[in-house]
């Protein structure tokens, strides 16, 4: 079965401007997550989506971070500005959506770098 | 607050043992997962323990004693593929959450 998809896998921006960020999950898995991974730490949830509705985004700055998930498939993740702290992999990952003991995969990650 | 413990660097020979620990202070919890992340890759699953005792899974196990909100994953017979980081991750009972600690980078030397 093909894995998680995203893209793009690189991105670089000047600080202030926009960004999107695209993942499509394993087909058939009802939960997706987006993580934030800033070089030399784990992932940092950043929101989880169960089908199209929002499960947890605590961790999410939503003064610039936004996302959404509108068909319950294939999601977007936007940052409007960006800032240089920014920088990071974004990591998509997805999960059936059956209980809380799922593995879950994780997509490629998008590169970030905000100059 | 939420917090994972791990060592930052561990450096072992091929062929050899070695156990990378994880203690762990979170407000809830619902198990310990291991993830194994190569440079410039996704973080890939590796093992889960709900419960206390050991899993075994071919050259890797991993270990969880509740009481001491402590965890281990071991790796056997060390190859030169298993230089990577490994992160342990709180499984959180609502929704699946997990919260990862800092990882740990693997160095296997020949």
């Known amino acids: 079965e093909a894995g998680v998809a995203q893209s793009p896998r690189y991105k670089i921006i000047e600080k202030r401007q926009s960004v999107a960020f695209w993942c499509n999950p394993i087909s058939g898995h009802a939960t997706l997550y987006w993580y934030q991974q800033i070089l030399g730490q784990g992932p940092k949830l950043l929101i989880q989506f169960q089908n199209n509705g929002v499960v947890d985004d605590s961790q999410l700055p939503k003064d610039r971070f936004s996302a959404e998930r509108l068909k319950g498939v294939d999601s977007t993740l936007k940052i409007q500005p960006a800032k240089l702290e920014d920088s990071a992999v974004y990591l998509c990952a997805s999960s059936p959506g059956q209980g809380a003991w799922e593995t879950q995969y994780f997509g490629p990650g998008t590169r970030l770098l905000v100059l | 607050g939420q917090s994972l413990e791990q060592p930052s660097e561990v450096t072992a020979v091929e062929g050899a043992i070695v156990q990378i620990n994880c203690t762990y202070q979170t407000s809830g919890f619902y198990g310990l997962s291991w993830y194994q992340q190569h440079d410039g890759g996704a973080p890939t699953f590796l093992s889960y323990?709900?419960?206390?005792g050991l899993e075994e899974t071919g050259r890797f196990s991993s270990f969880l004693s509740r009481s001491d909100s402590y965890g281990y994953l071991l790796l056997q017979e060390l190859q030169m593929k298993d230089s990577a980081s490994y992160f342990c991750?709180?499984?959180?009972?609502?929704?699946?959450?997990?919260?990862f600690g800092q990882g740990t980078e693997l160095s296997v030397k020949p």
């Open positions: 323990n709900a419960l206390d």
């Open positions: 991750a709180v499984r959180q009972p609502r929704g699946g959450k997990l919260i």
